[in-house]
């Protein structure tokens, strides 16, 4: 096999496995998509650009070899892309624009990195600074639903719900899934209606065209609202018209799991597996679910599995260490919140709680370290930890 097939089916696996990572995403409504979920279509979206860009490459070196000047600063882009360094990645990317000024890959590329800086800027509060930067990445990239839902949101947190409400529209027009997930708690009325909306128009496809994926999408978006009795008869129906879809069964779950009917979540994950064994979340929800009957060493098994399936999926680690500590296994505990603070450094709730592990070990100085860089990410508990010491 030459180098050009050789990329072509990476690129196709990837592709596959980026659609399986999108249709999670669409999936989770209020539960929030979890940061690992976003992190890996991410960075599944950065290595389909190289994958491209290598394969353009490849079929370009049998005629011609391309500029040595390129490779070398696509290689160097790649990199600052890797270091997170975002800034660097923008000066990168213009540059290999005024050697190619159309290449699609690298203009990718500037977005995804302005797309970067913008989030940072939201999640400190600095909306109007997000918006500049999620508006550069829309310039270079007007394809990306998620530049213009999060620009959405960064509007409507500063009333500026027109704009918010066009860059809302201009999401769904791109990608209608984002009618079905529900933003942040504090959110602007304005996604509110949108929900409302969406419940509307799905009635109205479910009373021409009853069918599953309707059901399953309203149960959705009674979900996002909290109207769990709904959602569930909605998935309900979405089951009985097609009684193999694993996301129906696993919809249904969490809604129970909210409702605290813990039996009938653990039943619905059960046929989720059964109908896909490589159903990442279902394992991690039905964990949960052990984990808030006092099943322990069940939700242990549980978290096992997810990682296998997914060893990047720091929430289960997370849950994993709280576990461990419950059961007293602190060493145990201490070692998933290694892996918890090496893929999040900034998860101030994780040292905390390695802090209160290593504790129960009398290990003081490190409970300390632990307690302090909690405090400094803004945990006020540490701080009374720290006073304790």
Known sequence: MNEKDHLQNILDETERRLLVLEQQYAQFGSLHAPPYLITQIEDTKREIAVLEWRLQTAQSALVTNPPDQFDELFAQLEAAEKAEEWDRAIRLGNRLLKLDAGHRQVRAKIAAAYYARGTSYRETGDYDQAIAEFSQAINFNKGQADYYFWRAFAYGEIKEEQKAIEDYKQAIRLNPNFALIQNEPDSSCVILKEYQRAIQNLTQTISLNPNAFAYNSRGIAYFDLKEYQHAIENFDHAIRLDPDDATAYYNRGIAYQNLKEYQRAIQDYDQTIRLDTNYTDAYYNRGNVYFEMKEYQR???????????????????????????????????????????????????????????????????????????????????????????
């Not at 290593?358 to 945990?379: F, I």
């Open 299 to 389: 939700a242990i098994q549980d978290y096992d599995q997810a990682i296998r399936l997914n060893p990047e999926y720091i929430n289960v680690y997370y849950n994993r260490g709280i576990a461990y500590f419950d059961l007293k296994e602190y060493q145990r505990a201490i070692e998933d919140y290694d892996q918890v603070v090496r893929r999040e450094p900034d998860y101030a709730f994780a040292y905390h709680n390695r802090g209160n592990a290593y504790m129960s070990l009398n290990n003081k100085e490190a409970a300390r370290r632990d307690y302090q860089k909690a405090a400094d990410l803004g945990y006020e508990p540490a701080k009374a930890e720290l006073m304790k010491l």
